[in-house]
Nanobody, 121 residues
């Protein structure tokens, strides 16, 4: 199956920056959507940014112009550069991949364990 390992979370002051990384490994035939979601305490998990295998990227309105999503050339690593962070960005950030472990598999959602991002005011 597909494993996702995140890194790069931490504590930062408002206005600061962090860069999250997510590496996919295991049985991977192909990854379609690849990106990040987040969940703040008491709230539902929400989309932050995701990119398709075709290269299009979709951002939540609250992070547009502050966050940048990128994928490496091998397409098994995705990065989230977060600039001008705000206290409301505080959440657990989860890597997500829609992937096929085998050529005959249907697309499935895979999730990382999450990395904490805390922005102090």
């Amino acid at each position: 199956q597909v494993q996702l390992v995140e890194s790069g979370g931490g504590l930062v002051q408002a206005g600061g920056s962090l860069r999250l990384s997510c590496v996919a490994s295991g049985r991977i035939f192909g990854i379609d959507a690849f990106g990040w979601y987040r969940q703040a305490p008491g709230k539902q998990r929400e989309l932050v940014a995701t990119s398709s295998s075709g290269g299009s990227t979709n951002y939540a309105g609250s992070v547009k112009d502050r966050f940048t999503l990128s994928r490496d050339n091998g397409k098994t690593t995705v990065y989230l550069q977060m600039d001008n962070l705000k206290p409301e960005d505080t959440a657990v950030y989860y890597c997500n991949a829609e992937a096929r472990p085998f050529p005959w598999s249907s697309l499935r959602d895979f999730w990382g364990q999450g990395t904490q991002v805390t922005v102090s005011s």
